[in-house]
């Protein structure tokens, strides 16, 4: 595999390419009143979000929607596990990304211990059947294993460590994760042995190379429904209502955020605010 990632040109123009025929997607989903569920699974640093965001923006949010749950509550903790995954299937028309999913107990809570043994046997019992159920239920169920090379999770965490408006994305939990490699790639070894099945099984995303991964999730993402094109014939704008009696209030009396662009290309960066008024603070003092 080259070491290069797809150029950024030639990214953005497959992309653009790629996004019409997803606005055709979701169209005919809706159309046909299909149910679609997309799963991405990975290590951490292994480019969910970047994929999904990919996948998912050209979308119209009224039919996608994109689920991420937090840890289960107290009381959800005492229901059936599936439970709380169940209330965000997809209805017809609909398509669903979930960034981690059930797999959670295959993965974190299998390796750091968050279930016990009895409960882990049970899900790993339990969801080739539950996936089983969704998929006789008309649901299309598509499973994304991002994987990323050891080395390449390195570099990304030390970019997030070194760049403020990444570093939110680390948390205690993923470098726990971190030094326990070894044991989630046996813990993904053995859900693959037990989950990947014929009616639902797991296709491999190599993502070391962010662009071309993102571009071949949504060519294979393409391929799995047979759909046609239901763009509307192109419309003609009516001609616009003419002001006759209607006069506008004047402008003085509208209340306009404040617009700091555009502005000159020499001037420098406008700090936010918080960082300004901090110094002005600084400087009565």
């Known amino acids: 595999m080259s070491q290069n990632d797809v150029p950024k ?39 969910k979000g970047g994929t999904i965001k990919a996948l998912t923006a050209p979308l119209n949010p009224r039919s996608v929607r994109v689920t991420a749950l937090p840890a289960p509550t107290e009381r959800e903790q005492t229901q059936w596990y599936f439970q709380r995954y169940v209330d965000h299937l997809p209805a017809g028309g609909e398509i669903v990304v979930f960034d981690r999913s059930w797999y ?19 899900f790993a019992r339990s969801v080739p059947e539950f996936e089983r159920m969704l998929v006789r239920s008309g649901i299309l169920l598509l499973k994304y294993w991002l994987s990323v090379s050891d080395e390449e999770q390195e570099r990304r965490f030390q970019e997030r460590l070194d760049t403020p408006a990444k ?20 813990a993904k070894d053995a859900m693959l042995s037990f989950s990947h099945i014929p ?19 949504i060519h294979h993402f393409l391929s799995q429904i047979s759909y046609k094109d239901l763009t509307p014939e192109k419309l003609k704008l009516p001609k616009r209502q003419e002001a006759k009696d209607y006069v506008r209030p004047p402008l003085s009396s509208l209340n306009f955020i404040p617009q700091p662009w555009p502005r000159e290309s020499t001037v420098q960066p406008e700090e936010p605010a918080s960082k300004a008024s901090s110094k002005s603070h600084k400087k009565h003092h």
Not at 17 to 32: H, P, S
Not at 104 to 122: D, L, S
Not at 199 to 217: F, G, I, Q, T
């Open 9 to 47: 040109k030639e990214y953005e123009k497959q992309l653009e390419i790629y996004n019409t025929e997803l606005v055709k997607f979701q169209e005919w989903v809706k159309a046909k009143k299909l149910k679609v569920l997309v799963i991405f699974e990975g290590r951490d640093a292994a480019g």
């Open 167 to 186: 570093r939110w994305k680390l948390s205690p939990m993923d470098l726990s994760a971190r030094s326990r490699w070894v044991d989630y790639s046996k």
């Open 104 to 122: 959670n107990r295959a993965g974190v809570e299998r390796v750091m211990g968050f279930c016990t043994e009895e409960e882990y046997q049970e």
């Open 199 to 217: 009616e639902a099984p797991w296709y491999e995303v190599p993502s070391d190379l962010k662009r071309a991964a993102h571009l071949n999730v």
